[in-house]
T-cell receptor
Framework: DTGVSQDPRHKITKRGQNVTFRCDPI?????LYWYRQTLGQGPEFLTY????????KSRLLSDRFSAERPKGSFSTLEIQRTEQGDSAMYLC?????????????FGPGTRLTVL | DAKTTQPNSMESNEEEPVHLPCNHS???????IHWYRQLPSQGPEYVIH???SNVNNRMASLAIAEDRKSSTLILHRATLRDAAVYYC??????????FGKGTRLSVIA
């Protein structure tokens, strides 16, 4: 299966610790998106990349959140000094880009629990 | 971001057609209408999208009102596997998706 993959699938951490999530997009997809989803809500956009360029990061929830896509392939999302309010599902999606409108393909998500 | 309004929940019997409505009265000329769905414990998946004309694919049909202020996602024969949250999203070109709360569809055997 060559869909979007995310690692880890689950992460439990203590408040104040740093965590890093990885997303591997579909091969040859130029765009990569990060979303966060809390219980009962739809996914909330955080940031996205066109190849290695980060096109939008103003929606990152605070300066504790950062994302990279160093070689235009996989991406990482880091949360520093985690807080209980960071507990959520973190979703990654990728798309080809380029067309007038394209389809985003989502991974299974990483569920973060901050104790 | 343009807003959409969907019912919180709907129920359907298995093998029956389902019509999921979406209102988007502030839609602009460049907004595409996208539908995604999210099955339990999975990431969202694409269903269908359109601009002005009705669209059909293997999963569903999208009926768009002539004034584009509303649309309806049609599942022709609901199965238990179609139980999910369905999101109606307005999107300009390849901008990030802006999800609302969607409609939770329950399918009864």
């Amino acid at each position: 299966d060559t869909g979007v993959s995310q690692d880890p699938r689950h992460k439990i951490t203590k408040r104040g610790q740093n965590v890093t999530f990885r997303c591997d997009p579909i091969s040859e997809h130029n765009r990569l998106y990060w979303y966060r989803q809390t219980l009962g809500q739809g996914p909330e956009f955080l940031t996205y990349f066109q190849n290695e360029a980060q096109l939008e990061k103003s929606r990152l929830l605070s300066d504790r959140f950062s994302a990279e896509r160093p070689k235009g392939s996989f991406s990482t999302l880091e949360i520093q000094r985690t807080e209980q309010g960071d507990s959520a599902m973190y979703l990654c999606a990728s798309s080809l880009g380029g067309a007038s409108t394209d389809t985003q393909y989502f991974g299974p998500g990483t569920r973060l629990t901050v104790l | 971001d343009a807003k959409t309004t969907q019912p919180n929940s709907m129920e359907s019997n298995e093998e029956e057609p389902v019509h999921l409505p979406c209102n988007h009265s502030t839609i602009s000329g460049t907004d595409y209408i996208h539908w995604y769905r999210q099955l339990p414990s999975q990431g969202p998946e694409y269903v269908i999208h359109g601009l002005t004309s009705n669209v059909n694919n293997r999963m569903a049909s999208l009926a768009i009102a002539e004034d584009r202020k509303s649309s309806t996602l049609i599942l022709h024969r609901a199965t238990l596997r179609d139980a999910a949250v369905y999101y109606c999203i307005l999107r300009v070109e390849n901008t990030p998706l802006v999800f609302g709360k969607g409609t939770r569809l329950s399918v009864i055997a």
